[in-house]
């Protein structure tokens, strides 16, 4: 079984700030998707990026980045430039490539961007 | 465009009451999917429906019942609720429920079973 893990329940950085939040899994998997999904006080859960572990090239979209790294089953997300909208619950997530997309979640980390 | 809508988006059982949560998506997606957020917890996932006519189990099945009624409308029921399903449910869908593609969530529907 797939397990997700983000050991950083809360973070807190100033606006225009850099922020990296953490997340390693637990798969005997070669090829699988990763993701980041946000979710506001609105609760909408809204995709941020996505990365395939066959590329080694780390995934990017506008401020956010990841920073995949396979061998240590890590995938990291920074936000540069954070914004007062960035403020949200961050949850990571994978998927085995074969079969249904069935995301396995991390606990996620409460974002606070402070103006 | 409405996305994923789910009614209700809030509810108050009695144990043991019965109840259905309904999620309906006008994007034309084959694959649906219900997750459950707990507290301090990620979405887990309860069922999914990869296309119109099948079902299959998730993660955190147990005390769940689905129904694929079309290709738009995938309903989530409670037969007999317990205090452990007190939680926020949340429909999603996707173009063909494979690789990287984007699943599109609902607002939720928080549910309270006392």
Known sequence: AQTVTQSQPEMSVQEAETVTLSCTYDTSESNYYLFWYKQPPSRQMILVIRQEAYKQQNATENRFSVNFQKAA????LKISDSQLGDTAMYFCAFTIIQGAQKLVFGQGTRLTINP | NAGVTQTPKFQVLKTGQSMTLQCAQDMNHNS?????????????LIYYSASEGTTDKGEVPNGYNVSRLNKREFSLRLESAAPSQTSVYFCASSERGRGLETQYFG???????L
């Open chain 1, 73 to 76: 089953k890590s995938f990291s």
């Open chain 2, 32 to 44: 649906m999917y219900w997750y459950r957020q707990d507290p301090g917890m990620g979405l887990r």
């Open chain 2, 107 to 113: 607002p939720g529907t928080r549910l309270l079973v």
